[in-house]
């Protein structure tokens, strides 16, 4: 190497893109405790305490409730992976990029997939994902509850009696959802429940809650074949996560620290005022967004709190400006994909910054980057609206 390192001081960020979003302060500083090993009596301790806690988090009583070291992503696989054998029927709703997701995960791991359709910025009709179970016969239903290339929120709360009518398990992707809305995994019927860090969880992105009850662990159990993938390998990571402490990969123990504190965090706000704090962001934002003069995108009365979809204006160049907002205002918003890319913004108010100063930091460093360009916007960049919004939506709460 010919060149000297330095020192690595990252700037602060308002991380309102996808995720990952600003961890809370006590997050970060439970990273930075001395590290244990995994078997240490007061590492497994704390391994207990992230099971406790998930299980409220996800409104269940399932005992296996844990976490899988590694994204959103891997916590899908490792479900899909540990559920699915070669030739397994499985029904996926598809709305968007996470639903092709499980369509591509399942095709790997050999399900033979069939598909409801949603358009895009649209939610799936709840009957027509019930017709397709009971003519598909599928072992597993997989549904996506916030859609976050898009924005849309999938109502979930019927499709899980038809799965059991159909004999089918239920999967759902909460990976967005939980802890920013209401996921209620056991009065839902939901088998499996994926979850994912650095959305509304607030943490780093590194690892992800999953939880699933006893009909799944006994799909588990009643396996023909060996799980395919070592490392995603549920019947071996459950024994993990249990007294047995059954040896599997080396848990990224700095990481459970942090996810213990993170799922603390929320327990301590309470779910029903962490939630409210979501809605109140997310419908400033929206409204600020309005009277900036942006269309929001998709159908108004399925839209995530956390996630806010936007149009971009005609003529603006999506990727300058989201350079141009993160250099002169530090804040981070994304674009969507495919179809979407360089047409919609969307923009996370998760966790930690789910709240109005944020919204007011969003809209003011929109308003004056969109008018450097040409593009006539109001004074103050929605702020009022926003204010106003965030104020009526706690009368309704
Ligand atoms: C972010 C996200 C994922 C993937 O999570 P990664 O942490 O990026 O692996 C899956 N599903 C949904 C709905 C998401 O928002």
Same mark, same amino acid.
């Given at each position: 190497?010919?060149?000297?390192?330095?020192?690595?001081?990252p700037?602060?960020?308002?991380?309102?893109?996808?995720? #990952?979003?600003? #961890?809370?302060?006590?997050?970060?500083?439970?990273?930075?405790?001395?590290?244990?090993?995994?078997?240490?009596?007061v590492?497994?301790?704390?391994?207990?305490?992230?099971?406790d806690?998930?299980?409220l988090?996800?409104?269940?009583?399932?005992?296996r409730?844990?976490?899988?070291?590694?994204?959103?992503?891997a916590?899908?696989?490792?479900?899909?992976?540990?559920?699915?054998?070669?030739?397994?029927?499985?029904?996926?709703?598809n709305g968007?990029?996470?639903?092709?997701?499980?369509?591509?995960?399942a095709?790997?791991?050999?399900?033979r997939v069939?598909q409801?359709q949603?358009?895009?910025?649209?939610i799936l009709?709840p009957?027509a994902?019930?017709?397709?179970a009971?003519?598909?016969?599928?072992?597993?239903?997989?549904?996506?509850?916030g859609?976050t290339?898009?924005?849309?929120?999938?109502p979930?709360?019927?499709?899980?009696?038809?799965?059991?009518?159909?004999d089918?398990?239920?999967a759902?992707?909460?990976?967005v959802?939980?802890?920013g809305?209401?996921?209620?995994?056991?009065?839902?019927?939901?088998?499996m429940?994926?979850?994912?860090?650095?959305?509304?969880?607030?943490?780093?992105?590194?690892?992800?809650?999953?939880?699933?009850?006893?009909?799944?662990e006994?799909?588990?159990?009643?396996?023909?074949?060996?799980?395919?993938s070592?490392?995603?390998?549920?019947t071996?990571?459950?024994r993990?996560?249990s007294?047995?402490?059954?040896?599997?990969?080396?848990? #990224?123990?700095s990481m459970?620290?942090?996810l213990?504190?993170?799922?603390?965090?929320?327990v301590e706000?309470?779910?029903?005022?962490?939630?409210?704090?979501?809605?109140?962001?997310?419908?400033?934002?929206?409204?600020?967004?309005a009277?900036?003069?942006?269309?929001?995108?998709?159908?108004?009365?399925?839209?995530l709190p956390?996630?806010?979809?936007?149009?971009? #204006?005609?003529g603006?160049?999506?990727?300058?400006?989201?350079?141009?907002?993160?250099?002169?205002?530090g804040?981070?918003?994304?674009?969507?994909?495919?179809?979407?890319?360089?047409r919609?913004?969307?923009?996370?108010?998760?966790?930690?910054?789910?709240?109005?100063?944020t919204?007011?930091?969003v809209?003011?460093?929109?308003?004056?980057v969109?008018?450097?360009r040409?593009?006539?916007?109001?004074?103050?960049?929605?702020?009022?609206?926003?204010?106003?919004?965030?104020?009526?939506?706690?009368?309704?709460?």
């Amino acid at each position: 190497m010919n060149r000297a390192v330095g020192d690595f001081n990252p700037p602060t960020r308002l991380l309102c893109g996808t995720g #990952p979003t600003n #961890p809370d302060p006590r997050v970060l500083r439970a990273l930075a405790a001395p590290v244990l090993g995994q078997f240490d009596p007061v590492f497994t301790a704390i391994m207990h305490d992230v099971m406790d806690l998930g299980r409220l988090v996800f409104r269940t009583t399932n005992e296996r409730t844990f976490a899988i070291s590694g994204t959103g992503r891997a916590c899908i696989e490792a479900g899909l992976a540990s559920l699915i054998e070669s030739g397994d029927r499985v029904l996926v709703g598809n709305g968007g990029r996470f639903g092709d997701l499980f369509v591509d995960i399942a095709t790997r791991y050999g399900a033979r997939v069939s598909q409801v359709q949603a358009e895009w910025g649209t939610i799936l009709d709840p009957q027509a994902i019930a017709d397709a179970a009971r003519r598909e016969r599928p072992r597993l239903v997989c549904l996506v509850h916030g859609e976050t290339s898009t924005g849309m929120w999938q109502p979930l709360d019927d499709i899980g009696a038809i799965c059991r009518e159909c004999d089918a398990l239920l999967a759902v992707d909460a990976v967005v959802t939980l802890g920013g809305v209401p996921v209620e995994t056991d009065a839902w019927q939901i088998d499996m429940c994926f979850a994912g860090g650095q959305k509304c969880l607030g943490l780093p992105s590194g690892m992800s809650p999953i939880t699933y009850n006893e009909r799944a662990e006994r799909a588990l159990a009643a396996r023909r074949s060996p799980v395919i993938s070592n490392y995603f390998d549920l019947t071996q990571l459950q024994r993990y996560w249990s007294p047995e402490r059954l040896n599997h990969h080396t848990l #990224p123990t700095s990481m459970t620290y942090a996810l213990r504190e993170a799922l603390r965090l929320i327990v301590e706000e309470g779910l029903e005022a962490r939630c409210l704090r979501h809605r109140r962001a997310g419908d400033a934002l929206k409204a600020g967004l309005a009277a900036l003069g942006l269309e929001l995108f998709g159908d108004s009365r399925h839209r995530l709190p956390m996630i806010t979809a936007v149009r971009i #204006p005609d003529g603006v160049e999506d990727e300058s400006l989201r350079l141009q907002l993160l250099n002169e205002f530090g804040v981070e918003i994304a674009t969507s994909f495919g179809p979407l890319r360089g047409r919609v913004w969307r923009i996370g108010t998760m966790g930690y910054n789910a709240e109005l100063q944020t919204v007011l930091a969003v809209l003011q460093g929109l308003e004056q980057v969109l008018r450097s360009r040409g593009v006539a916007v109001p004074d103050g960049g929605g702020s009022d609206a926003a204010r106003g919004a965030y104020a009526a939506s706690i009368a309704v709460g």
